[in-house]
């Protein structure tokens, strides 16, 4: 069943999310173990990027693991994806998005419960800007999608030569690490200005979830809920095309 990329997609963004989401819940949420925290950035950041490892390794070897559809325009637009593929990847992402933030609220009900700061119960399943002005918003989310973007296409394939067979592990594996790595490095640079969604489908199906909850004075900010999928599908936009013009111009030897 995993042969199938739309439900590697799937599978991946729903762990990236209920992962990702899972520790936001852990230090934002009123009575859980993490909630006094003092370093909370730290934890959210770090989580996230080993969300993504964790994500990556499990699917990669079956969809390239792209688990975002900015990675899956980029790629597109770099002309390392069909475009064929676009729709049903970016479908099977939201839809997995859905599916991983309404699994961290199955398990963090009692304390949405407990928690009457709405700002916080909101933080736990879509970004919100710190300081709101969209133009400045809709920059940082895309220049910290550029680098995740511009990032991906220069990783170095992890292929390997065993007795003249060469093997290449593909993103599930060795380059899950860096690809984690560079979302942790994002985010403790650049995430303190919108939250770095730097991914339409990890803001947009949570924020559907938290839609669809039942909660009193819900802020679901969708007056917002552009910045984080546009931004970050123009960065993966630019990425792509920067990668190409380079690719053609510049680096000739490549």
């Known amino acids: 069943m995993m042969n199938n990329p739309y439900i590697a997609e799937f599978i991946g963004t729903a762990i990236l999310l209920f992962l990702g989401n899972g ?7 009123n009575k859980t173990k993490a909630s006094k925290q003092m370093t909370p950035w730290i934890l959210i950041t770090t989580a ?24 899956t325009v980029g790629l597109a637009f770099a002309g390392k994806f069909s475009t064929e593929l676009i729709c049903g ?17 199955i398990i963090y009900i009692d304390h949405y419960r407990e928690t009457s700061d709405e700002s916080s119960v909101m933080g736990t399943f879509c970004t919100s800007p710190a300081i709101r002005n969209y133009k400045n918003n809709f920059f940082s989310e895309l220049m910290g999608t550029f680098i995740l973007v511009f990032g991906v296409l220069y990783l170095v394939e992890p292929n390997i030569t065993i007795e003249g067979t060469k093997i290449n592990f593909g993103i599930g594996s060795l380059e899950a690490l860096p690809v984690g790595i560079l979302v942790w490095v994002i985010g403790l640079s650049l995430g303190g200005t919108t939250g770095y969604a730097i991914n339409p ?15 009193k004075n819900k802020i679901s900010d969708w007056a917002y809920s552009w910045v984080p999928i546009l931004g970050p599908l123009c960065g993966g936009i630019l990425a792509g095309l920067l990668f190409v013009f380079l690719n053609q111009y510049v680096f000739l030897n490549q």
Do not use: K
């Open 48 to 71: 996230w990027g080993l969300a993504v490892f964790t994500a990556a390794f499990i699917t990669g070897q079956f969809s390239g693991a792209h688990l975002n559809p900015a990675v």
């Open 89 to 105: 990847y970016i479908i099977s992402q939201i839809l997995g998005a859905i599916f991983g933030s309404w699994l961290v609220y």
């Open 23 to 29: 520790i936001v819940a852990n230090v934002s949420l």
């Open 201 to 215: 489908a990890r803001d947009l199906g949570p924020r559907i979830v938290y839609q669809l909850i039942p909660r």
